[in-house]
């Protein structure tokens, strides 16, 4: 019963981030992919997922989308060995945030969307950087409200509560 509401939360705020209107990339999933398996255990990747392919399909099904979401368990994989303070957590979603741009811009370029050759790989990766800064500052801010939350005992209680029922 834990499992669901917890998955329950972890969609309600994704969908949020995704579904109000918001610059490209300004989403709270990096951070999310990040930090859902830090405080709720890895076990909690799949229901992320979902989440992801939920609000996929209200937004869009893509041909990258192996790996928008290879990204993102990909992020939620290398959190726990990013998890031993603040600054490395913070930076570990910031790393992860690059992670999914190198990724899931790759796919891109894979797809010949811009040319199998030098120059097309490059200019897949120009024409991307506004959404990768975008990217950025989010979850840079996501990550900062995460931490500031869980730095909050009644949150730090509500976490342990629901964790251990």
């Known amino acids: ?16 981030s995704r579904f109000i209107p918001h610059p490209p990339n300004f989403t709270s999933l990096l951070a999310l992919s990040f930090y859902v398996p830090i405080i709720f255990g890895i076990k909690f ?5 979902l989440a992801f392919a939920i609000t996929d399909l209200f937004i869009g099904i ?43 811009n790759f796919g891109v370029w894979s797809l010949g969307s811009y040319g199998y050759t030098l120059n097309g790989f490059i ?10 800064a975008y990217s950025l500052i989010s979850t840079f801010i996501f990550s900062s409200v995460i931490e500031s939350l869980y730095k909050i005992k009644y949150f730090k209680n509500f976490i342990t509560d629901i964790k251990t029922r």
Not at 45 to 49: K, Q, W
Request: charged share 5%; glycine share 6%.
């Open 45 to 49: 990747i799949p229901a992320l997922i």
């Open 62 to 104: 893509h041909s990258t989308t192996f790996f928008t979401w290879g990204s993102v368990i990909m992020i939620g994989l290398i959190s726990n060995f990013l998890s031993s303070n603040m600054f490395t957590r913070i930076s570990g979603a910031l790393f992860g945030a690059c992670l999914f741009f190198i990724l899931t």
């Open 123 to 132: 200019l897949c990766y120009t024409l991307a950087l506004p959404f990768f």
């Open 1 to 16: 019963m834990n499992y669901l509401k917890i998955s329950i939360v972890i969609f309600l705020t994704l969908a949020a």
